[in-house]
C-alpha cells in the first residue's frame, strides 16, 4: 500500500487537534502536537493518543508514566503549529499549570485531561498510550479547531 495514499485517505477523517504533554526525565516539561487523540472507556475513564516512535519525546512519555492532553480551541492555531515543530522552545510564553500528575495543562483549552498512563501497546511506526482519567476540565462557550485534509479547519455554522 502506498503510504502517501493512506494518508490522503486518512486525511478525510477530521480530527479535533491536541498538545499532548508530560514530564521529561530531566524534570522539564515536554509536549507536542497530535491529533490522534480519542475516548477508550467511561468505566474506567480512558482516553489514547498515539505517538511516533521517532519523536524526540518518546523516551519522556514512556519514562513518566503521565500526560495531559490539551484539547485545542479554534483561536489557537498558532500554538498547534509551535507545538509541532521539532526543536522548538515550545513552552516559552506559554500559561500552564499542574494538576494530579504534574504534567502540563494549558490554559485556555477547550478540555484538558490529566492522566497516568494505564497501558501502552505496539502501533507499528507509533505507540499507543492509553491513559486514566484521574482530573479533567470543559470550556463548553469555545468551538474546537479540526485539522482536515491537511489544514487546520473550524466548525462551520449548519446550513
Not at 75 to 99: H, P
Request: charged share 20%; proline share 5%; hydrophobic share 40%.
Amino acid at each position: 500500500m502506498d503510504p502517501h495514499e493512506l494518508r490522503s485517505a486518512m486525511g478525510c477523517f477530521a480530527t479535533g487537534v491536541t498538545i499532548v504533554t508530560s514530564i521529561g526525565l530531566d524534570g522539564q516539561p515536554v509536549g507536542l502536537t497530535a491529533n490522534s487523540f480519542s475516548s477508550v472507556s467511561l468505566d474506567p475513564p480512558l482516553v489514547q493518543f498515539s505517538l511516533d516512535r521517532g519523536a524526540q519525546s518518546l523516551d519522556a512519555f514512556q519514562g513518566s508514566g503521565k500526560f495531559a492532553v490539551n484539547v485545542l480551541r479554534e483561536d489557537q492555531v498558532e500554538l498547534s503549529k509551535t507545538f509541532a515543530v521539532r526543536d522548538s522552545e515550545r513552552f516559552a510564553g506559554v500559561a500552564y499549570a499542574t494538576w494530579v500528575t504534574g504534567s502540563p495543562i494549558l490554559e485556555g483549552a477547550l478540555a484538558n485531561f490529566d492522566c497516568d498512563t494505564y497501558a501502552s501497546y505496539d502501533g507499528g511506526d507509533h505507540v499507543i498510550f492509553v491513559g486514566r482519567v484521574l482530573s479533567m476540565s470543559c470550556d463548553m462557550d469555545s468551538q474546537p479547531l479540526l485539522f482536515f485534509r491537511g489544514r487546520y479547519r473550524t466548525l462551520s455554522a449548519p446550513p
